[in-house]
């Protein structure tokens, strides 16, 4: 009994040194991360759209031009298009269950790509796209602690398939609304690649009660000064036909 009682004391201890608090009540964590989903474009929301605006600073990033698309998405499937600027206009992203295809001007075939490549400065595709880790990444509840000034769940979570947009993500989720307020990237091996954090400025109505909705992400590079702003606006509910999201008419 009192190895026990030893191996408890340990456990808190560990927690008070790291900041964590210990945890008290029974957490149902793939409910709280699938709710947090639906306030990023993922989950059973029947159909959606948001415009996305993106702005890019930092060191040799200069060279890099913002843009501007229009998302839509239901509950497995995301497209994205490209409306700024000229050079890339028209150009789209499908993403079906774990499947991305890219069609452009110029290309005579959709052509297959992973979520895991760079998008536009440090925005990955699969950022860019609906978010829903709740089916793509197993999660674990690491504890309690403060983040962005209000106690937040961290979770641990790891990636259960290939075209998952990150190998692993440090999360944390607000306990008083439910919404991710921070993010970290990270490697296979655990190192970190950017980090973000997010506000939730919109608004949506999903199945009569009214939501928050993500209004601005930024993303910061692990070891440059690089960072990429997402700004979504004009979100709104509404039916979107099912032919949209068929690689065959992507072209």
């Not at 964590?20 to 793939?30: G, K, L, Q, R, T």
């Not at 490209?82 to 774990?98: D, H, I």
């Not at 993303?219 to 702003?229: F, G, P, R, S, V």
């Amino acid at each position: 009994m009192k190895k026990y009682q030893m191996a408890f004391c340990f456990i808190l201890a560990a927690y008070a040194q790291s900041g964590m608090a210990a945890i008290s009540e029974p957490i149902d964590v793939p409910a709280l991360l699938k709710g947090s989903d639906l306030a990023r474009g993922g989950g059973d929301i029947a159909g959606l759209s948001w415009e996305v605006s993106t702005h890019i600073t930092g060191s040799g990033m200069d060279k890099q031009t913002d843009q501007k698309m229009i998302v839509k998405a239901n509950q497995n499937a995301s497209l994205v298009e490209v409306t700024y600027p000229e050079n890339v206009k028209a150009s789209k992203m499908l993403q079906v269950e774990r499947n991305m295809w890219l069609s452009k001007p110029g290309l005579k075939k959709p052509v297959a790509i992973s979520p895991r490549q760079r998008f536009t400065g440090q925005a990955a595709i699969g950022d860019v796209a609906a978010t829903n880790y709740a089916k793509d990444y197993a999660a674990n509840l690491v504890g309690i602690e403060e983040c962005t000034g209000k106690p937040c769940y961290r979770l641990d979570l790891k990636s259960v398939n290939a075209q998952s947009t990150y190998a692993r993500i440090d999360y944390w989720i607000a306990k008083d609304t439910g919404l991710a307020v921070r993010a970290v990237f990270l490697s296979l091996g655990g190192k970190p690649l950017k980090s973000a954090t997010f506000s939730y400025q919109n608004k949506i109505k999903v199945n009569g009660k009214v939501i928050p909705f993500v209004d601005e992400m930024i993303i910061k590079d692990a070891l440059t000064d690089a960072n990429t702003t997402l700004v979504y606006k004009n979100v709104k509910i509404q039916s979107i036909p099912p032919a949209m999201f068929n690689v065959m008419n992507l072209q």
